[in-house]
């Protein structure tokens, strides 16, 4: 089998992390891990862990159709930390259709698979949205899971961001980002307080 071949089939997606509307929204540093072209880009999130990809759930709170010949979706989607930016265009024509389908009208619970893009506006501001690959209507229960599963996931990078550590991302995050591991660990508090709530 020719080396291109053998790469080729040893190809592995990356594991989507949970990750909170908040954290994201902080994540403002990216990198690749070599300068080839098909290497993936990662978002550094603040709590010290790469991601590539994400998945997300939250109730759709506004959606917006742009272009008639070149359609791109933008929607709003509402965890209990904040608001996620999620776009689908005709490079995602699957999440494209289905996100076309949902009626913001209806406040309805989504789960989005996706990946992280981080843009810096001319003026020095930073704005992260995801590039949805998957989108999919969900019930309560399952949102309730992803939260869990979010908690759980937040909570075991915080955990290992505070460790001493030589850990690259971990030291790059403390170095990049202004909030430490209390400032997260209270944001997934909040974030199962308000899910109680509900």
Known sequence: MSESNSNFMSYEREPAKRVFAAELREASKTFKDTEDEK???????????????VLLTGTI???????????????????PTGLFF???????????????????????????IGKPSVYTSPDGKVLTSVRAESVLVVDQETRDLWILDAARATLDRV??????????DVLLARETYRFGPEHWRRMVYDALSRMMSI
């Open 39 to 53: 290497s993936p880009l990662y978002v550094l999130l603040p709590t010290g862990e790469r991601c590539n990809r």
């Open 61 to 79: 709170t506004q959606k917006d159709k742009l272009g008639d010949q070149n359609v791109l979706y933008r929607a709003r989607i509402s965890d």
């Open 86 to 112: 999620v776009t689908a265009g005709s490079y995602q024509p699957e999440a494209m259709h289905q996100l076309a389908k949902i009626d913001p009208e209806m406040p309805v619970f989504v789960a989005v």
């Open 159 to 168: 955990d290992a961001s505070s460790a001493e550590t030589s850990d690259a």
